[in-house]
């Protein structure tokens, strides 16, 4: 079956630089979910869309924006990168909205030197 | 908002035994599902197993089970037969309505012993 893709997989940056970040959804699915997980944290919510609109939103930046495009993949965009910004990033989809099971992808592995 | 507890940080069972991992949540709302993730080493999130709050059957997939107490908000996860595979970070979360993210635990390292 087809899984959350995830792109690039791996990334390292300098600081204040900026990165992106591409999410392509699980066919069907119209729910997009990104979460950022610090080193042994637990996955934080940042942004939602649905149907290619914001649908909630967490502890986002105000440095992070996100879409979601008409073929339903989303890019997350970090500017003035922070070395606190180096994390493992999650997407997520499902299908509808919620509440529904989010399928997660494998991650981006983001190190800001 | 939602809160998620995981009471316990980290477990140690033999391998083949059974092991019960402890969660309890706190919300308002009525509609929701609750959901156990796993995060091996590799740290992939994988759904173990997913409860809908409007059953009252408590769910199972093979070896691992749910123990939904809805008016107590708790929801434990029982493995049985642990594996060494099972040996990973487990995570329990809340979905409430509309495209809301996961209200993650703190997470429970299990460790399963040869």
């Known amino acids: 079956a087809a899984g959350v893709i995830q792109s690039p997989r791996h990334l390292i940056k300098e600081k204040r630089e900026t990165a992106t970040l591409k999410c392509y959804p699980i066919p069907r699915h119209d729910t997009v979910y990104w979460y950022q997980q610090g080193p042994g944290q637990d996955p934080q919510f940042l942004i939602s869309f649905y149907e290619k609109m914001q649908s909630d939103k967490g502890s986002i930046p105000d440095r992070f924006s996100a879409q979601q495009f008409s073929d339903y993949h989303s890019e997350l965009n970090m500017s003035s990168l922070e070395l606190g910004d180096s994390a493992l990033y999650f997407c997520a989809s499902s299908p509808g909205r919620g509440p529904e099971t989010q399928y997660f992808g494998p991650g981006t592995r983001l190190l800001v030197l | 908002a939602q809160t998620v507890t995981q009471s316990q940080p980290e477990m140690s069972v033999q391998e083949a035994e059974t092991v019960t991992l402890s969660c309890t949540y706190d919300t308002s709302e009525n509609n929701y599902y609750l959901f156990w993730y796993k995060q091996p080493p590799s740290r992939q999130m994988i759904l173990v197993i997913r409860q809908e709050a409007y059953k009252q059957q408590n769910a199972t997939e093979n070896r691992f089970s749910v123990n939904f107490q809805k008016a107590a908000k708790s929801f434990s996860l029982k493995i049985s037969d642990s594996q060494l595979g099972d040996t990973a970070m487990y995570f329990c979360?809340?979905?409430?309505?509309?495209?809301?993210?996961?209200?993650f635990g703190k997470g429970t390292h299990l460790i399963i012993q040869p």
């Open positions: 979360a809340f979905s409430g309505g509309g495209a809301d993210g996961l209200t």
